[in-house]
């Protein structure tokens, strides 16, 4: 268990994928009931009639989307028809909209500087003072919903329901420490976020130097996850670990978590991460076992700088490798569906797990048995370039029959990688590194080794399937010739 | 003084005072009120304080012998002189003097105290180019949904303090051994010490400690520059709380630095260190934001420059106290209102920079020996740079150019100046249109301009009795622009229709300062708007903008198309 996670995370992945995939994406793709056609352009239309929602109008006939430059008018305020509400920057121009309603705006949904897509509801239009809390009510739910890049709502319930200022009450952290009446200093994005997210400043514990409110603790008080700009990792070109996760988090008996550690962040998953969450845990149900084997790579080495300026990479001389013995191993492609048959796969599809962006991915490497070294690179390639861009299809990160995962770049000599829902075995390859090795007539001599272990489902695959297999893979390695042919 | 000033320049922010080659150089209005009304102050500590910069402090100990000895010959110039023009200062108005000079067969000194290049090239101009770069660069690589949109993608941008730092330096010394060799191949002599007057044609310089050598000359051109003003209260360590000589050296990027002064300065620094991850709060006298703009242009600035950032700002009020952290406590910044004097606010930031303008840079000059009396620190001058004595009379052979005069403190406005002193010496009667030189503000997008503002050319035709006429065009609708993915932007022009003369153009978008020139070269050339709206311009280039600027102004069929417009405005 050197470092389970890993191999966690790698596994799971590709088929996390594909469950997700099915779903429809959740983008903020809200329905605009029953909006006015395009061709009458700054109009306001109704929908209701005693609370109207104000569109983001078209102001041209190219304008998909409008930003909001200023609102003229603030919440409150009280309406006549014709009366510039606020200015919109379309495509071309900034341009005054006027309502064509009396009444008072009760909410303003898309703050200034925002932007919404034509037909939008950008702002609610009260016809009495009485209608202003469910307006604005409708305003929050509408604000909540559409908020893109905000995590499911976890703990803030406040926008939603309650109709006055939508700001629960902040938990009686105790109130700043007495230090006399001091006034509150809080940094200028500090004080932007607290205003886009109605914070009540007065309200936040400020923990930044001096005691001043920053950003982050807006952050924290709106139950934002802090938005690190920075973080992003380098895209990847060969495997990389993930994040580290909590790794015994998922197993461990949900009964005894200790209450987080003063100052820790809360970051929920993202849909990917769910995902490898939920196949991790599935795994479990699945009896597995592990074979190791040691592999002389001396041959291999050399034929890569042979073949490293034709654009050919480690990914996919191993890939090549694992498939042609596969090829020569069926029982270890097959997979276990119902606990109760073989499945055997026609096809030797090579999953190789990559790390994007604080995520994972295992993009196929398909009939790697059947293509030549050279398109197969050529192949990884543009797997690895759409992976990067977001763009692989599904059966180009979910076919694969048996995955490969390498953390030898990393220096680690073995690992134990966790197999993945619905496939028969993955390898796990460390570090190609010089050992001291007596051959039959006692002679020594200094060899290039790389440790292999593989993971299987024993349901399917026994000991001396692995076993067998591991030997074709290293004969096929220590012979590498055979890889390009 | 005020209205000389603003009479003097005549340009959209002519009462303030800024470079826009320098970030440096910049005075906001409101802070210029009072630094007019604090010149006096600016003017006493001026020379007292900065003695490393441009000039070194005439000291008055060891030297005096010698300058009441010289002061004996005062009525009578010498016959013969060492050289036909002696510069005092090297910097960007001196250097440009100092070429022209050559090239009309002049023999050229040039005194200079401090380093080669002045204010522009060592403090101003030059190095905040370097940092502006490295801002512009960092802004496009943390703007996720721009690279998105040009189907790019990039890891974490990160930067090194003290790498970008060191780009600016050297950007820095390249540019100073650049001008220097310039002058030295073109047989300019460089005379090195402190520059003082002694007497008609007549200049005394040397080191502090050193004996001084005397040399004359023709004419003489006073070329001495400015410095960062600090108005009263404020207390710069140069640690937390700096100027701009101090903050061009990025010794730190703070979380949160105040800028006192929302001009050309502080609006260049705010887009670097806002590009650097610092939050920013800008302290401003006058009721508005960036008060030396077109108030459109103005108004979409900060729509762009300053609203989206992680900025704040406090307007009308005056910093009348600022101490810098020490003893664990933060910069503190004292308010007040600026109408009525109340206190108003306190401020505890991490640093706070002073762009409140620029002083002139006089003191120790001798120009009491020539009967001259600075204004506020300034060299009068008449229109043609001359320099005028207490009582109102020219200074024979003594010339005053850059920001010394206060005239249009920017860079490339002193060099001009020194060019038409050359060529009135030269024998050209030569007077250079101030309202035709163009200015600056190198954030992204950048914003340029050119003569009058909106509300100035008004007033000017309210009092004159002619119609105004405004084009304005967009970025969005230009095919380069939006290629760049920059299409936020805005040209205005502002023009007679009577007889299609250019009043005024303001630019504010991508590559704004590179784009004026077309604007400024027509009102230097005095070419109409029905004359040059036919010139053809590349496609797709963003000078399209302007193309497309010309043609949208509706100048009336009678105004005849040939001729200039006007004589160039003395100014």
């Not at chain 2, 060891?62 to 002189?81: C, D, I, L, Q, Y």
């Amino acid at each position: 268990m050197a470092s389970p996670f890993l191999s966690n995370t790698i596994i799971s992945f590709s088929s996390s994928l594909s469950s997700s995939s099915s779903l429809p994406r959740l983008a903020p793709s809200i329905p605009f009931s029953a909006i006015r056609s395009k061709s009458t352009p700054r109009r306001i239309l109704t929908v209701r009639s005693k609370i109207r929602e104000i569109f983001m109008p078209a102001l041209s006939s190219t304008m998909t989307e409008g930003k909001i430059v200023s609102w003229v008018k603030s919440e409150g305020d009280v309406l006549s028809k014709g009366e510039s509400v606020v200015v919109v920057e379309s495509d071309k121009a900034d341009m005054d909209v006027e309502t064509f309603y009396d009444g008072i705006l009760a909410a303003i949904v898309v703050g200034e500087g925002e932007t919404a897509p034509v037909g939008a509801a950008i702002g609610i239009l009260a016809e009495t003072e009485d209608e202003i809390a469910e307006a604005k009510a409708k305003a929050a739910s509408k604000s909540g919903a559409s908020t893109p890049s905000a995590p499911p709502p976890a703990p803030t319930p406040a926008a939603a329901s309650t109709p006055a200022p939508p700001k629960s009450t902040p938990a009686p952290a105790a109130p700043t420490v007495a230090e006399g009446p001091r006034k509150t200093v809080a940094t200028p994005y500090a004080k932007k976020l607290a205003k886009q997210h109605k914070v009540d400043i007065e309200s936040v514990v400020g923990t930044g130097p001096y005691g001043r409110i920053t950003p982050e603790d807006i952050e924290a008080a709106a139950g934002l996850s802090p938005s690190k700009k920075n973080v992003g990792l380098a895209v990847v070109v060969e495997t990389k670990p993930a994040a580290p996760a909590k790794a015994p988090a998922a197993s461990a008996a949900p009964s005894s978590l200790p209450p987080p550690v003063p100052g820790s962040t809360v970051v929920p998953f993202t849909t990917m991460q769910s995902a490898v969450s939920k196949n991790m845990v599935e795994s479990l149900s699945v009896p597995t076992f592990r074979v190791g084997y040691p592999v002389t790579t001396d041959a291999l080495d050399a034929l890569y700088e042979k073949v490293k300026p034709k654009g050919v990479t480690m990914t996919a001389l191993l890939a090549k490798a694992a498939a042609m013995a596969l090829a020569q191993h069926p029982v270890v492609n097959s997979s276990c569906k119902d606990g109760k048959s073989f499945t055997y796969n026609s096809n030797i599809n090579i999953a190789v797990a990559v790390a994007i962006n604080g995520g994972l991915i295992t993009p196929v490497l398909q009939d790697a048995d059947k293509l030549d070294l050279y398109l197969l690179s050529q192949k990884w390639k543009e797997l690895v370039e759409k992976a990067r861009a977001k763009q692989l299809q599904p059966q180009e990160y979910n076919s694969g029959t048996f995955t490969l995962s390498n953390l030898g770049m990393f220096g680690v000599d073995r690992f134990d990688a966790i197999l993945p829902p619905g496939q028969g075995a993955i390898m796990a390859v460390g570090a190609s590194k010089p050992t001291v090795v007596a051959d039959a007539d006692g002679f020594f001599s200094v060899k290039n080794k790389m440790l292999v272990n593989v993971t299987a489902d024993h349901r399917i695959i026994y000991g001396a399937d692995l076993a067998a297999f591991l030997q074709t893979f290293s004969k096929i390695v220590e012979n590498a010739e055979s890889l390009t042919l | 003084m005020h209205s000389i000033c603003f009479q003097a320049t005549g340009v959209p922010g002519s009462n303030y005072i800024f470079d826009s080659c320098s970030p440096a150089l910049a005075i906001s209005k409101p802070i210029n009120l009072r630094f007019c009304g604090l010149r006096k102050e600016a003017f006493g500590f001026s020379g007292l304080t900065h003695s490393s910069s441009g000039r070194v402090h005439f000291s008055s100990r060891g030297h005096s012998k010698k300058v009441s000895a010289s002061a004996e010959s005062n009525g009578s110039p010498p016959k013969s002189f060492d050289y036909d023009l002696i510069i005092i200062g090297a910097g960007v108005g001196g250097h440009g003097a100092a070429l022209h000079a050559v090239e009309k067969g002049l023999k050229t000194a040039i005194i200079e105290g401090d380093v080669v290049g002045g204010t522009c090239v060592n403090r101003g101009c030059v190095p905040s180019k370097a940092l502006l770069a490295v801002s512009g660069k960092m802004r496009e690589l943390q703007s996720e949904h721009h690279m998105k949109a040009l189907g790019l993608q990039v890891s974490a941008a990160g930067y090194d303090r003290q790498g970008v730092a060191d780009h600016a330096n050297n950007l820095a010394s390249k540019i100073q051994s650049n001008l220097t060799n310039s002058m030295k191949a073109l047989g300019v002599d460089i005379l090195t010490g402190v520059g003082t007057i002694v007497g008609p044609q007549k200049v005394k310089y040397g080191k502090v400690g050193f004996p001084d050598n005397i040399v004359t000359a023709k004419n003489i051109i006073i070329a001495t520059g400015s410095v960062p003003f600090v108005p009263k209260g404020i207390e710069v360590d140069g640690k937390t709380v700096i100027t701009s000589d101090h903050a061009l050296k990025l010794e730190s990027v703070p979380d949160w630095i105040a800028i006192v002064g929302s001009g050309y300065i502080g609006l260049e620094f705010s887009d670097v260190y806002t590009a650097l991850g610092s939050e920013v709060t800008f302290i401003e006298a006058l009721d508005q934001l960036m008060p030396g703009f077109d108030p459109e242009i103005g108004k979409l600035a900060q729509r762009v420059l300053i609203n989206p950032r992680k900025i704040d700002y406090h307007t009308g009020v005056f910093a009348t106290k600022i101490t810098p952290a020490k003893d664990g406590k933060p910069v503190i910044i004292e308010l007040i209102d600026a109408k009525t004097k109340e206190p108003k606010d306190t401020l505890e930031v991490d640093a706070a920079l002073i762009a409140t303008g620029r002083a002139p840079f006089t003191n120790g000059l001798g120009l009491e020996n020539v009967n001259v009396v600075t204004q506020r620190g300034f060299v009068p001058v008449d229109e043609r740079l001359r320099v005028i004595d207490t009582n109102g009379n020219l200074v024979p052979h003594l010339y005053c150019i850059g920001d010394a005069n206060g005239k249009m403190m920017l860079a490339h406005a002193a060099s001009a100046q020194g060019i038409s002193v050359v060529e009135q010496v030269t024998g050209q009667g030569h007077v250079l249109n101030h309202l035709s030189i163009p200015a600056a503000c190198f954030t992204h997008p950048e914003i340029s301009m050119v003569g009058l503002t909106e509300p100035q050319a008004r007033e000017k035709a309210q009092k004159e009795g002619f119609e105004v006429g405004v084009a304005k065009t967009s970025f969005k609708a230009n095919t380069k622009a939006l290629a760049e993915n920059e299409g936020e932007g805005l040209a205005k022009l502002i023009y007679r229709p009577d007889n299609g003369e250019i009043l005024g153009v303001h630019i504010f978008g991508l590559h704004a300062a590179d784009l004026i020139h077309e604007a400024s070269n027509a009102i230097a050339l005095g070419t109409r708007i029905q004359d040059i709206k036919f010139a053809v311009h590349a496609h797709p280039t963003l000078s399209e903008v302007l193309d497309e600027l010309f043609k949208s102004a509706k100048v009336k069929a009678a105004a005849s198309s040939h001729g200039p417009v006007s004589e160039p405005v003395a100014v």
